[in-house]
């Protein structure tokens, strides 16, 4: 599922690439996925152009002149990306540039949206207010990842770092890839967490942030950049994924668990 690094790459493409650029069109065809019908959608973005894009833990937001803004939460499927070769009746959603090329949405499942509001309420919607600090924003610092860790003595530590009323941005694939990176198990409660646990949690979640995004983030489902290229960082996966595969740093075998029903990657002897 795209995570942070993922949507952030999107925030940054469109930023380079969009600002400015006027609405021809729209079309919504998955109304189940909005809060607006198709042609409120399409009549309500016409003529407006993109001032830019900003994202809060796994939602992206673009905003539009005429205090118009769309929230995107991509879910495990989701996918955006520009085209001037696009087929209307095989996307979800899209945005029609009067320069011909299209910002295309597509595969949105279950709770994933693509919500329009006001810009001047985006954080007002309930999808938006609920979430953590953001991982990617300075407000995130060590001490705030300790008073997080402190508040919640009983949940296992994978919880806390997923829950995105807790902290916004990091999924299940960043979780296990930086539970790995600073050699802490899943299944730890966060009461359990030694200082020198929480500030190896702390920088490693920042080195496996550093690294998906040398490798383009992650494409395992359904993330591709603008142009349609996908990342490689999945293929560089220490733990997620790799269950009954050998460790890179110890050579046992990859664990698998289930934590709140999803399936948790660790190595029982790298992670303690
Ligand atoms: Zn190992």
């Given at each position: 599922m795209?995570?942070?690094?993922?949507?952030?790459?999107?925030?940054?493409?469109i930023?380079?690439?969009?600002?400015?650029?006027?609405?021809?069109?729209?079309?919504?065809?998955k109304e189940k996925?909005?809060?607006?019908?198709?042609?409120?959608?399409?009549?309500?973005?016409?003529?407006k152009?993109i001032?830019?894009?900003r994202?809060?833990?796994k939602?992206l937001?673009?905003?539009?002149?005429?205090?118009i803004?769309?929230?995107?939460?991509?879910?495990?499927?989701?996918?955006?990306?520009?085209?001037s070769?696009?087929?209307?009746?095989?996307?979800q959603?899209?945005?029609i540039?009067?320069?011909?090329?299209?910002?295309?949405?597509?595969?949105?499942m279950?709770?994933?949206?693509v919500?329009?509001?006001?810009?001047?309420?985006?954080f007002?919607?309930r999808?938006?207010?609920?979430q953590?600090?953001?991982?990617?924003s300075?407000?995130?610092?060590?001490?705030?990842?300790?008073?997080?860790?402190l508040?919640?003595?009983?949940?296992?530590?994978?919880?806390?770092l997923t829950?995105?009323?807790?902290?916004?941005?990091?999924?299940?694939?960043y979780?296990?890839?930086?539970?790995?990176?600073a050699?802490?198990l899943?299944?730890?409660?966060?009461g359990?967490?030694?200082?020198?646990?929480?500030?190896?949690?702390?920088?490693?979640?920042?080195?496996?942030?550093?690294?998906?995004?040398a490798?383009?983030g992650?494409s395992?489902?359904?993330f591709?950049?603008?142009?349609g290229?996908?990342?490689?960082?999945?293929?560089?996966?220490?733990?997620?994924?790799?269950?009954?595969q050998?460790?890179?740093?110890?050579?046992?075998l990859?664990?698998?668990?289930?934590i709140?029903?999803?399936?948790?990657?660790?190595?029982s002897?790298?992670?303690?």
């Amino acid at each position: 599922m795209p995570e942070i690094i993922e949507i952030d790459f999107l925030r940054q493409e469109i930023n380079s690439q969009l600002i400015g650029k006027t609405v021809a069109d729209s079309f919504l065809n998955k109304e189940k996925a909005s809060n607006v019908s198709r042609n409120e959608f399409a009549g309500i973005l016409r003529g407006k152009s993109i001032i830019g894009a900003r994202r809060k833990g796994k939602v992206l937001i673009l905003d539009f002149t005429g205090n118009i803004s769309i929230i995107v939460h991509f879910l495990l499927t989701g996918y955006m990306r520009l085209s001037s070769a696009f087929d209307i009746s095989k996307l979800q959603a899209g945005i029609i540039f009067s320069d011909g090329n299209c910002l295309c949405i597509g595969g949105l499942m279950g709770n994933a949206f693509v919500r329009l509001i006001k810009t001047s309420e985006v954080f007002l919607d309930r999808n938006l207010k609920v979430q953590g600090v953001d991982a990617l924003s300075p407000d995130f610092t060590l001490q705030v990842l300790e008073k997080i860790i402190l508040l919640n003595p009983k949940k296992f530590i994978k919880q806390a770092l997923t829950d995105q009323h807790l902290i916004a941005g990091i999924g299940n694939a960043y979780s296990d890839e930086i539970l790995f990176k600073a050699k802490i198990l899943p299944t730890r409660r966060c009461g359990t967490l030694s200082n020198y646990e929480e500030k190896a949690l702390y920088e490693s979640i920042f080195l496996v942030f550093e690294e998906a995004r040398a490798y383009g983030g992650e494409s395992e489902l359904s993330f591709v950049h603008l142009n349609g290229e996908k990342g490689h960082f999945n293929e560089h996966f220490k733990v997620h994924k790799r269950q009954f595969q050998k460790c890179n740093d110890c050579d046992s075998l990859i664990s698998s668990t289930k934590i709140d029903g999803r399936k948790t990657y660790f190595c029982s002897l790298c992670q303690k």
